[in-house]
Structure formats: structure tokens, C-alpha cells
């Protein structure tokens, strides 16, 4: 008995690519981490490499969680918006394999990873956040499900973390790097809270 051939609709296929791209960033955040734990007596820890990295980790989850909305958006799928999404994560995995350091003989210094690595890593969560803000405003431009005129807080979780991301990449302040990242993941948390797939 032969089986059943189901067909890929649009949004499977197009959310097949991004998946794999993202895959890339994950996997890249996981060899580097336990490249880390596999030789921790050569680390010098920083716990602000640590936190960005869990925020690319949490970007990277809350963007896969999120493409499910744009099923409900007719323009989601037109090229320019899958281009654009395609750029996106691009970015992240440029993102995430800035994170932490790769294979490096000898002493691993996160502080020194972190302090060379600053600008390219929050300028790149920066250029993200600039994709997705201008993405939102030319094919959405209203509440996260579009159904409504944007509020305050869909200009805060689209603005904040863009200020954040390059006040981060051009000011050096210890506590900055500890409270933003960890506050931003915080809010995440929040948003999400009530949110499911489907």
C-alpha cells in the first residue's frame, strides 16, 4: 500500500530555511559553551560574555517561537519579507558565533573575548533589531498580531532593545553589560509568558 505524499505548504517551506539558519546558531552556541566546560580550568570566566550568550540563546528561541505570527500576515511570504527574514537570521548566527570564543590554544580569557568583541557583537544584535524594526514598520506597522494600532509597549519591545544593543556596542560600563542584557531577558520572559504555537 503506497503512503500518502502530503505537500509543504509556503510557510513550511520558507520556515524550513530559517530553521536551518538558526540551527547553525545554536549549534555553534553549544560546541563553544562546552568547549568552555571541557577545559574550565583553562577558562578565566567573565559572566558577561555568559549573559550575552544566554541572550543570543533566548533571541534565537523567542525569533523561531515568533515566525509562527506571521502566518497571519498576507505579505509574510512576499520576497522582499523572506529576504529581509533571511538577513535577519544571518545576523544572528554572525551573532551568536561571536558569543564565545572558538578554539584557542592555551588560556581562555572570556573578559578579553568580551572586551574585543563588543562592538561587533551588539553593532550585528544592533543591525538585527534594525531589520526587524523596519520590517515591522513597512509590512506590519501595528500591534504584535496586527490587529491594532501599535501601543506603547510594541514601540518599547521594538525600540528598547535597538537603543540598548548600541548603547551596549559604543559605552563601555561594566554594570551596563550585566543589568541590559539580563533586564531585556527578563522582559522577554514576560512577553511571552501567555503565548503559545498555534
Known amino acids: 500500500m503506497a503512503g500518502r505524499v502530503r505537500r509543504v505548504n509556503a510557510f513550511e517551506y520558507a520556515v524550513a530555511l530559517w530553521g536551518i539558519l538558526m540551527g547553525l546558531a545554536v549549534a555553534d552556541l553549544i560546541l563553544s559553551a562546552n568547549r568552555l566546560v571541557r577545559h574550565a580550568d583553562g577558562v578565566r570566566w567573565d559572566g ?6 544566554g541572550l543570543i540563546a533566548l533571541e534565537l528561541v523567542r525569533m523561531w517561537f ?13 520576497f522582499p519579507v523572506f529576504l529581509a527574514l533571511c538577513g535577519q537570521v ?15 590554544p592555551g588560556l ?15 553593532g550585528l544584535f544592533a543591525a538585527c533589531q534594525t531589520v ?11 500591534s504584535v498580531d496586527g490587529s491594532a ?30 543589568i541590559g542584557p539580563l533586564g531585556l531577558m527578563v522582559f522577554y520572559l514576560w512577553l511571552y509568558r501567555g503565548q503559545s504555537i498555534g
Open 48 to 53: 558577561r560574555a555568559l549573559v550575552a550568550t
Open 90 to 104: 544571518v545576523l544572528l548566527v554572525f551573532v551568536a558565533s561571536a558569543a564565545l570564543p572558538g578554539e584557542t
Open 132 to 142: 526587524y524594526f523596519v520590517m515591522w514598520l513597512t509590512f506590519f506597522a501595528g
Open 108 to 122: 581562555i580569557d572570556l573578559t578579553a573575548h568580551y572586551e574585543r568583541n563588543r562592538r561587533t557583537f551588539w
Open 149 to 178: 494600532p501599535a501601543s506603547a509597549l510594541d514601540w518599547f519591545r521594538i525600540l528598547g532593545p535597538l537603543a540598548l544593543y548600541l548603547t551596549l556596542a559604543t559605552v563601555r560600563l561594566k554594570w551596563l553589560d550585566w
Open 66 to 78: 515568533a515566525q509562527w505570527s506571521l502566518t497571519t500576515f498576507e505579505t509574510a511570504l512576499s
